[in-house]
């Protein structure tokens, strides 16, 4: 069993920064950041393997987003800046083992207004 405890969400004004963070318990291939604004279906915002060798990020947020992934603490850090209202989701955590299966975050709100 996987779980995933995030933590970094809050309001932050347009062309601000934010970093979200996600600790998993167990053993990991992938980790992921997924976001879901209101009326809107979950999307891909990043996912990074293990070790940090290949990532992988929606066209919307490249350049201003980047995944990175601590090994020794099971953790994986979205850094976000540039922020746009339309970032504005709750984002989750997704990790996948080696057999993949997928466990998800309990989510974290992500507001970017003036």
């Known amino acids: 069993q996987v779980q995933l405890v995030e933590s970094g969400g809050g309001l932050v004004q347009p062309g601000g920064s934010l970093r979200l963070s996600c600790a998993a318990s167990g053993s990991i291939f992938s980790l992921g950041w997924y976001r879901q604004a209101p009326g809107k279906q979950r999307e891909l915002v990043a996912v990074i393997t293990s070790g940090g060798s290949t990532t992988t990020y929606a066209d919307s947020v490249k350049g201003r987003f980047t995944i990175s992934r601590d090994n020794a603490k099971n953790t994986v850090y979205l850094q976000m800046n540039s922020l746009k209202p339309e970032d504005t989701a709750v984002y989750y955590c997704?990790?996948?083992?080696?057999?993949?299966?997928?466990?998800w975050g309990q989510g974290t709100q992500v507001t970017v207004s003036s």
């Open positions: 997704r990790a996948r083992t080696s057999g993949g299966t997928s466990y």
